[in-house]
């Protein structure tokens, strides 16, 4: 019924009343003659009125003549109508038709990129790297090739498996699939050791395959065979196995840091400069005439302003507000206590960072110095306990190729 | 002797009676009312509209009723009909 209505304002249609003795006959001619009606309703004795399309209007007077009715028309409805009565309004015109230009020019453009599948992609990266091959909000959505992107950033981001592109419109759908990274794979027959993989005292063993080269209360360097996987029988002759087990020793991490013993105090002058600029599919426009800053030191405050953000749909404009603070930097001199309590966050940080996975701090020690220059440093150890077994592939070549046959290699 | 021998090929072939006898055909769905193979309107008011078809007329007799559409062998009346006649 939409559909009719529809058809109906785009072609255009009148209201006529039929006025005289008998209107039916009238209808009955337009019936028969394929004059399409429609919505007849009796208006008075003698009066219908009715729809019709406007060309079935110009055959009208015949059919009137046959029927001794007069037709009259009661109102006009549609867009050929409505054309013809804006006909003379030049502007309202060219502006109606530089309204569809500008929403077509603009349906040309991708306005939103939407990434669907594993969460643990870092959404900022994957849209760096879409944009690096050349998908990003504002891209003409014809130049898009989907095959090329997906190769591009395949090839780009090795943590994913697999990526699929596909604009739609003005929107693009990006999905992704993590890797799901390859498990060590043991080969069959071949030989793996446990060696250190930091300096350190052994405190346990727990090794369930392999020959144990080490003991508890060895010292033990980087490198060092603790378990091996070639294993000499005097019945099988040499064996050749993958070595199981925990290794954990206790280990040290050391890092020095200076001791601040002054500190950095960044006041606010009070003359700020603003710079904005308004970003529209992803080009940034300026909206200042300079882009040097007079400060010698600054802090900058930046907010961006998205239009419309509110709406379920994101839009690609936004204003980005650039503050600019005058910043005077004074140093004040710190008390040892906080320079002390600075460096230790400091080494707090480094350590951590080296830390293995598995690794327990036992105890932390730390240690004042001073250097050449006469500067205070601070030395911290962490005393840790952690498995220290790192597999690794043993330099042996079996003879025999079933797993554990040591029946050709006992011969050597 | 045509009209007869139209309705043994109906009867025998199981084909609907509107398509070979070319009789009409009402359907009612709600407020509106189709007839199918109509001649003719004889007579039109809100309370009153007479149709010819084939083999006699039909009186459809009512209150505010309308002709929604009117086609060449189809007709569609809308309002509140109260009484459906064959004469």
Known sequence: MLFVRLLGFLRGYITVEIIGRSPQRLINICVARGIF???????????????????????????????????????????????????????????????????HILSLFVWKIEVTGSEEIDRAVLMDTLSKNG?????????????????????????LSWVS??????????????????????????????????????????????????????????????????????????????????????????????????????????????????????WNIPLFLSDKISFENFDRVSRVNKLWRNSKIDLPFSFHYDKFYDIEINYKKLPLKEGIKIAKNNLKDKITSELGPEAIVNNITYEQWVDQKGKLNLTAVYECSENIGQKKEALYEPYGEDYGSGEDGGDN | MKWKIKEKIAVATSIPDELILDTFRVVMTGREL?????????????????LRVKGGRLTLEGSGMEIKTAYDDEIQIGGRIAGIKID
């Open chain 1, 165 to 282: 592109v596909m604009v739609n419109g003005s929107g693009a759908e990006v999905e992704v699939r993590k890797r799901v990274p390859k498990p060590d794979i043991i080969e069959k027959g071949k030989a793996y050791n446990l060696v250190a993989s930091r300096n350190g005292v052994i405190t346990s063993l727990n090794i369930s395959q392999g020959v144990t080269y080490v003991d508890v209360g060895n010292v033990v360097y980087k490198g060092q065979i603790l378990v091996s996987g070639v294993i000499e029988t005097t019945q099988a002759g040499i064996l050749t196995v993958p070595s199981f087990g925990t290794v954990t020793a206790t280990t040290w991490y050391e890092e020095t840091t200076p001791v601040p013993d002054k500190q950095e105090i960044r006041t606010r002058t009070g003359d700020t400069k603003s710079k904005h600029t308004l970003e529209i599919f992803g």
């Open chain 1, 37 to 103: 009606l429609w919505n007849i309703r009796c208006v008075g004795e003698g009066r219908v009125q009715g729809c019709m399309s406007i060309n079935a209007f110009k055959n009208m007077p015949s059919a009137t003549r046959k029927s001794a009715c007069r037709v009259r028309v009661v109102s006009r409805h549609g867009l050929p109508f409505l054309i013809h009565r804006h006909r003379r309004r030049y502007v309202f015109a060219s502006g109606i038709i530089a309204l569809i230009i500008i929403c």
């Open chain 1, 135 to 159: 998908l990003k909000v504002g891209t003409l959505a014809s130049s898009v090739d989907n095959n090329a992107i997906r190769r591009g950033v395949m090839r780009d981001m090795e943590e």
């Open chain 2, 34 to 50: 189709t007839v199918e193979n109509f001649k003719g309107i004889i007579e039109y008011s809100p309370t009153l509209i007479r």
